[in-house]
């Protein structure tokens, strides 16, 4: 789980910023490159896979954002979240305004930006991942429960790095299905 912050200039404004899902990986790391030179700040934090499962996927989520938020090196005045909850903030961010906002990585410039930021390194991290953990097509389908990753999950078994709360992995591990059979869709 991949998160990031961002703060961005008024002054140093980038065009283009829109959910990184809408984008092309080729924009995406264009604007990326854009957004660490003109941001005020940003960071990006992590959850590991080990922490989903101990937490869950929203809870990691937002420790991810609020790790992202604890890095900045400027502090925000104001928070937005793209989503419906917010995480808990440190008593150094509890002062700040923070709202959610639903699809805000395709309506708040800054969240955009954020969406962007987290989206590459993701990507990037996977490739890495692929090396080490060969067969799964993780620089192709960067671990998204794709038909080609299930089916090398059927054939190769979970990888270190596969969370035990993804189905189907949950369901080989507590028996509700045998190992390399898939859950019906």
Sequence with gaps: MVAAAVILDKSRPIRGLKDSKKLTPERREVLAVRIRERAVAWAIAEASHEEIDLLNILQASLLAMRRAL?????PPIRIIIDGNCVPQLPDCLGGCEIRAVIGGDDLVS????ASILAKTH???LMVCEDERFPGYGLKTHFGYGT???LKALVQLGPSAIHRRSFNPVRS???GELP?????VE
């Design 179 to 183: 190992m390399g059979i898939l859950p």
């Design 122 to 124: 993701r990507d990037a």
């Design 172 to 174: 080989w591990l507590s």
């Design 110 to 113: 800054c969240v955009s930006a």
């Design 70 to 74: 604890e890095r900045l090196a400027t």
């Design 147 to 149: 038909r080609a990753h």
